[in-house]
């Protein structure tokens, strides 16, 4: 059974200081992961996604993350916060489980505050 | 705009009541899914499509029905809505199973009392 486990509930971080946010996951198989941003009261917006290409994974608006399948991470980084950047944060694992049945498991949410 | 369209935005139902929570796409996508959204619960899958015709469960099914006549459309239906069933509803779709992400629509934020 696959899991995500997103180590922070919340994080708080000064406008222009790097961004950290924690996921660990756990999957049978060779998984595809990702992150989704959601602002207030709006959709879930895809930032990112790892599909077994290369381990150093570029989004939008200057986000990182990198792939360590040794420690099953898959955290989330960026620079320099922006004020705009003030959103919840979803890491999301997706691969075939039991067969050909489809799963997509989302972390719990880091809540991501920037403070001016 | 291409994307996913979800209607309404918000609903407020009373306890036994029915009604069906529209999620309509343009992207041609085979793949669609509801989820509902809970505070300290990420997102939950409820039903989920892998085509026209073709229908399963998720984690939280109970209580919703679903069905999937055309492409574009995946409507989500609460037979006799509950308080648990107040929450922030999600339809999203994707070109593929794995390896994609998904396109969210806006969601429906529905109260039940």
């Known amino acids: 059974a696959q899991s995500v486990t997103q180590l922070d509930s919340h994080v708080s971080v000064s406008e222009g200081t790097p961004v950290l946010l924690r996921c660990n996951y756990s999957s049978s198989y060779s998984p595809s992961l990702f992150w989704y941003v959601q602002h207030p009261n709006k959709g879930l917006q895809l930032l990112l996604k790892?599909?077994?290409?290369?381990?150093l994974v570029k989004g939008i608006n200057g986000f990182e993350a990198e792939f360590k399948k040794s420690e099953t991470s898959f955290h989330l980084t960026k620079p320099s916060a922006h004020m705009s950047d003030a959103a919840e944060y979803f890491c999301v694992v997706s691969d075939i489980s039991g067969g050909s049945n489809y799963k997509l498991t989302f972390g719990k949410g880091t809540l991501l505050t920037v403070n001016p | 705009n291409a994307g996913v369209t979800q209607t309404p935005k918000f609903q407020v139902l009373k306890t036994g009541q029915s009604m069906t929570l529209q999620c309509a796409q343009d992207?041609?996508?085979?793949?669609m899914s509801w989820y509902r959204q809970d505070p300290g619960m990420g997102l939950r899958l409820i039903h989920y499509s892998v085509g026209a015709g073709i229908t399963d469960q998720g984690e939280v099914p109970n209580g919703y029905n679903v069905s999937r006549s055309t492409t574009e459309d995946f409507p989500l239906r609460l037979l006799s809505a509950a308080p648990s069933q107040t929450s922030v509803y999600f339809c999203?779709?994707?070109?593929?199973?794995?390896?994609?992400?998904?396109?969210f629509g806006s969601g429906t934020r529905l109260t039940v009392v």
């Open positions: 790892y599909t077994s290409a290369a381990t």
């Open positions: 999203a779709s994707s070109y593929a199973l794995i390896n994609y992400g998904y396109t």
């Open positions: 992207m041609n996508h085979e793949y």
